[in-house]
């Protein structure tokens, strides 16, 4: 893994720290003007969305419906409170084994995490847990990270039971699930991996770096275990869902809401840097997750090469959110990652894949899309698209020529190849968050040319872009992301 330079710590605030704020969200009830017509590929955000029905043995609310779901999933409910002190309970056996780190088989010996975690600290969490772990006993300190007190695996997967799919990726597919043994609900990612023995286990070592872990800008990490030909990886639920899926459910995604979102991956990209010496590398919006708490959190970091290079999918590790210079050959740094965080932003705030080849040029689209909210080409699943030859336009039909200028890579013939796109990104001006259908701030603009500037040298940092006022002076509240959040699951 490439180190980029070391960057300036700082504390960061929790964006559950309450702020001077609006009272109420202006932006928590959705738009009615929002096409209810679906993008395809909306199978996935409805799982997430609708009631599920109980797994057996799940308890239920007499209409087989689980708590949370019968909840909307708001927080509150006893098992989320569960979840939430399961979480507590493997942060504190987390901080507990950093102690003793050199005697744990399960740190990698060149870890990051062993030379850093000590001198830094995610301001919000670990303050108070460290001071909890302190008072606790040398026996107890001695726990490893995956047992509890009678020394039972905290997560097993025959203690999980399927209650329904959360979604798939190039990797592998998320399932929610139920874990009888702890009450609680769970997100369990199972990575079909084309390795020997051997491999899976060094697989199953490197993962453990997410075990250390503990921030609220990143998803919480419960454990992972082989699945026959699958690594199976168990994280937190984010009931809300990917901002992918919830800007292809319900349409571009409030300006205010954006910011936070910026607001929480560059802290969660900060920590990971800072503290882990991690470089996430995959930052698009089906890697940002947020929840019916009003937490928005970033997953899929990349921790481990081996589980890289095993994944049997010949399209993982190209993605249409790489900077120009990683897709000329240059190591990835944390300003790579800005990049991915510049082009999700402008997808999220006009509801569709921003590369076209005629950037601005939006008045064709305008006309044709008065009744529609979304771009069919660019709501197309990533997962299913494939790299297809462009078809020259022959016709004049306005509709075609919307969709010959998309630069999705979605079937219809009329979309370009990857490596055309690749080539675009690297020789053209960088997109930009502007829409002839809506004004944005001109500080969110600002921002987000300051994550496009295609020399990174020019790009701003982490740092630089949460002094910046679109984020310093957001007068958004958790309380306004749980409104929107709910609002987002309510429609269906
Ligand atoms: N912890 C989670 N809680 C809730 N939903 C999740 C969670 N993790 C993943 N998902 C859902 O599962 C989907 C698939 O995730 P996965 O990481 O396998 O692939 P992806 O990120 O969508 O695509 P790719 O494999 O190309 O990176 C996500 O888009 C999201 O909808």
Sequence with gaps: MSQ?????????????????????????TPKSSISRKKPLGLDISKSILKPTRAAPGLPTNGDGVTPRDANGGGGGSSIINEAERLREEIA???LSSKSTSSNNSLSLPDSPINNSSSHHSDSSTNTNLTTGSRKKGDKEKKRSKHKDKDGEDLVKDEDLEIITDLGAGNGGTVTKVWNKKRNCVMARKLILVDAKPSVRKQILRELQIMND???PYIVGYYGCFPVDVHVGIVLELMDAGSLNDIYRHIGPIPIEVVGKVAEAVLHGLMYLYDVHRIIHRDIKPSN?????????????????GELINSIANTFVGTSTYMSPERIQGAPYTIKSDVWSLGISLIELALGRFPFTDSQGNEEEEEEES???EFDEDATLPLSTQRPKLPVPSSSDN?????KSKGVSLAGGGHTMSILDL???IVNEPAPKLVSKRRTYPVEATTFVQDCLYKDPNDRKSPQELLASDWISKSKVTQDDLKTWALSTIQKD
Excluded: M, W, Y
Aim: aromatic residues 4%; hydrophobic residues 25%.
């Design 288 to 304: 940002i997750l947020a929840n019916t708490n009003g937490e928005i959190k970033i997953c899929d970091f990349g921790v481990s």
């Design 92 to 94: 504190h056996l987390q």
């Design 422 to 424: 690749l080539q675009h």
């Design 213 to 215: 872990c503990n921030s």
């Design 398 to 402: 306005k509709k075609e020529k919307r």
């Design 370 to 372: 008065d009744h529609e």
């Design 4 to 28: 980029p330079a070391p960057s300036t710590s700082k504390p960061i605030p929790s964006l559950a720290s309450p702020t001077p704020s609006a009272s109420s969200s202006s932006f928590g």
